[in-house]
């Protein structure tokens, strides 16, 4: 049987999960997670016409020709600062000292900053120096946005901007879905503990730290970090137990046909039902995703760098889900630096950093290896070699998906209840 695409892999993947119930959080709760409904604003920013600048309220038409050798001479008539309210309206001839947000008065059009204007000992009257045209230093109503017009779409991103304009609404709560609830189980009677002594045919656990913070880049609480022997009961007591306390299981390792490779075995066996299992990827090729219970489950590779590639490409958009959002990763076209032979049925993800050159982008790519994450500290993205070819040479084109800056929007099927 051939194996699974990717993108089929990917969709049947995200079957495995539903986006979790939306619950209003206090703003700074939802720092980091998305919007689980559009917002209107309800309320006009700014929310009157007010000053930009420190200065005086005037009518501009009383400014016209004035400058320093001839200064236009107005009656002070009030002190308006911001959150106050004018006193009355402003006549011809006058002027009202104003400060930085306050409100422009009934009368006023215009506003001269202090640099060019001087006030008389007394108080009583300024001179303004310059000519300010209408509207001069006057923030309107609704220059920013109108109430009742669109703020943010669902599946927008909660990050701090969000959060100040959502507070700059008087909201003091968000609609938006909760994290998961994560648990990593590290598998392999070769791990040892980092901090305890390690043989050179032993090898330290690195995946629990990797897989739980690739977790949490994706929104993730990670719950539960634990270890299991290449061992069927050890394993099925560990996903027994793990399983029904979070929203996903994320195993690493015995993923793939080896002796010991025991952890697909035993789910089947749990009655675990099976959304992937196998994809045409490279690295990442074992990866399963399943459902036991209520709980979704990623078999990833044990090779970090499997992991890594299979999580990003199935764990990671299986917790978004959870989140309400798919995610759309930007991609660019651009030329390889060197040749690269490949499996023509597998799609590859290469760890690429990219450079600009005479002739557009150019993709380098680090070693290829399942076993490497070294090459992922500072990446670009992936270069996508496509299947159906297995031969790529120096300067050919291809798509590099990258980390950066990706969009999110609503998953559609995301009811408002988790099921
Ligand atoms: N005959 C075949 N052999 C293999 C196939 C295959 O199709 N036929 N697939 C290969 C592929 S592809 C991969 S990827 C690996 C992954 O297999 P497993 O998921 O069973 O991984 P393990 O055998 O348990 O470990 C692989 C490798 O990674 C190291 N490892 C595992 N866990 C950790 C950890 N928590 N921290 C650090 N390092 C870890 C482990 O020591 C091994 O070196 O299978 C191929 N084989
Ligand atoms: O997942 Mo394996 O990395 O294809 O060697």
Same mark, same amino acid.
Request: charged share 25%; proline share 7%.
């Given at each position: 049987?051939?194996?699974?695409?990717?993108?089929?892999?990917?969709?049947?993947?995200?079957?495995?999960?539903?986006?979790?119930?939306?619950?209003?959080?206090?703003?700074?709760?939802?720092?980091?997670?998305?919007?689980?409904?559009? %917002?209107? !604003?309800? /309320?006009?920013?700014?929310?009157? $016409?007010?000053?930009?600048?420190?200065?005086?309220?005037?009518?501009?038409?009383?400014?016209?020709? *004035?400058?320093?050798?001839?200064?236009?001479?107005?009656?002070?008539?009030?002190?308006?600062?911001? @959150?106050?309210?004018?006193?009355?309206?402003?006549?011809?001839?006058?002027?009202?000292?104003?400060?930085?947000? *306050?409100?422009?008065?009934?009368?006023?059009?215009?506003?001269?900053?202090?640099?060019? !204007?001087?006030?008389?000992?007394?108080?009583?009257?300024?001179?303004?120096?310059?000519?300010?045209?209408?509207?001069?230093?006057?923030?309107?109503?609704?220059?920013?946005?109108?109430? @009742?017009?669109?703020?943010?779409?669902?599946?927008?991103?909660?990050?701090?901007?969000?959060?100040?304009?959502?507070?700059?609404?008087?909201?003091?709560?968000?609609?938006? /879905?909760?994290?998961?609830?994560?648990?990593?189980?590290?598998?392999? $009677?070769?791990?040892?503990?980092?901090?305890?002594?390690?043989?050179?045919?032993? %090898?330290?656990?690195?995946?629990?730290?990797?897989?739980?913070?690739?977790?949490?880049?994706?929104?993730?609480?990670?719950? &539960?970090?634990?270890?299991?022997?290449?061992?069927?009961?050890?394993?099925?007591?560990?996903?027994?137990?793990?399983?029904?306390? #979070?929203?996903?299981?994320? +195993?690493?390792? @015995?993923?793939?046909?080896?002796?010991?490779? &025991?952890?697909?075995?035993?789910?089947? =066996?749990?009655?675990?039902?099976?959304?992937?299992?196998? #994809?045409?990827?490279?690295?990442?090729?074992?990866?399963?995703?399943?459902?036991?219970? $209520? +709980?979704?489950?990623?078999?990833?590779?044990?090779?970090? @760098?499997?992991?890594?590639?299979?999580?990003?490409?199935? !764990?990671?958009?299986?917790?978004?889900?959870?989140?309400?959002?798919?995610?759309?990763?930007?991609?660019?076209?651009?030329?390889?630096?060197?040749?690269?032979?490949?499996?023509?049925?597998?799609?590859?993800?290469?760890?690429?950093?990219?450079?600009?050159?005479?002739?557009?982008?150019?993709?380098?790519?680090?070693?290829?290896?399942?076993?490497?994450?070294?090459?992922?500290?500072?990446?670009?993205?992936?270069?996508?070699?496509?299947?159906?070819?297995?031969?790529?040479?120096?300067?050919?084109? %291809?798509?590099?998906?990258?980390?950066?800056?990706? &969009?999110? &929007? *609503?998953?559609?099927? =995301?009811?408002?209840?988790?099921?």
């Amino acid at each position: 049987m051939p194996l699974t695409s990717l993108s089929a892999a990917r969709q049947a993947a995200l079957e495995a999960i539903a986006p979790a119930a939306p619950e209003p959080v206090p703003l700074l709760d939802a720092h980091g997670r998305f919007l689980a409904t559009d %917002v209107r !604003a309800s /309320r006009s920013l700014p929310g009157c $016409d007010n000053s930009a600048m420190d200065g005086w309220a005037v009518r501009a038409e009383e400014t016209r020709g *004035a400058n320093r050798d001839s200064p236009t001479r107005l009656r002070v008539i009030d002190t308006i600062y911001a @959150g106050a309210l004018p006193a009355r309206a402003l006549q011809p001839g006058e002027a009202a000292r104003i400060f930085t947000g *306050a409100p422009i008065p009934s009368g006023a059009d215009a506003v001269v900053r202090q640099e060019a !204007a001087r006030a008389s000992d007394d108080g009583l009257t300024v001179d303004l120096f310059i000519t300010v045209p209408p509207g001069h230093d006057i923030r309107r109503t609704g220059e920013e946005v109108r109430a @009742g017009a669109p703020l943010f779409r669902e599946g927008q991103c909660v990050n701090a901007s969000v959060l100040g304009v959502l507070a700059s609404q008087g909201e003091t709560t968000v609609r938006v /879905r909760p994290a998961p609830r994560v648990a990593v189980l590290a598998t392999g $009677d070769e791990l040892v503990r980092p901090g305890e002594p390690a043989l050179a045919h032993q %090898v330290y656990e690195s995946n629990l730290v990797l897989v739980a913070a690739l977790a949490r880049e994706a929104g993730a609480h990670v719950l &539960h970090m634990s270890r299991a022997r290449d061992d069927e009961d050890a394993l099925r007591e560990a996903l027994t137990e793990l399983a029904p306390r #979070v929203d996903v299981l994320i +195993t690493t390792g @015995g993923a793939s046909v080896g002796d010991k490779d &025991h952890v697909k075995r035993v789910l089947t =066996a749990l009655g675990a039902r099976f959304f992937v299992d196998g #994809v045409a990827l490279k690295p990442g090729k074992p990866v399963a995703v399943a459902r036991l219970g $209520d +709980t979704a489950i990623v078999v990833l590779p044990g090779n970090p @760098g499997a992991a890594t590639v299979a999580f990003d490409q199935l !764990a990671r958009p299986l917790l978004l889900k959870h989140q309400g959002v798919l995610e759309t990763r930007r991609r660019v076209r651009a030329r390889l630096s060197e040749p690269r032979h490949k499996q023509a049925g597998l799609t590859y993800l290469i760890t690429a950093t990219l450079e600009h050159g005479d002739e557009g982008l150019r993709a380098w790519l680090r070693p290829q290896g399942a076993g490497q994450i070294l090459q992922n500290v500072q990446a670009d993205g992936w270069a996508v070699l496509p299947p159906g070819r297995a031969d790529f040479n120096e300067n050919d084109l %291809v798509e590099v998906e990258l980390f950066d800056r990706p &969009h999110h &929007h *609503a998953a559609d099927s =995301a009811p408002d209840t988790a099921p």
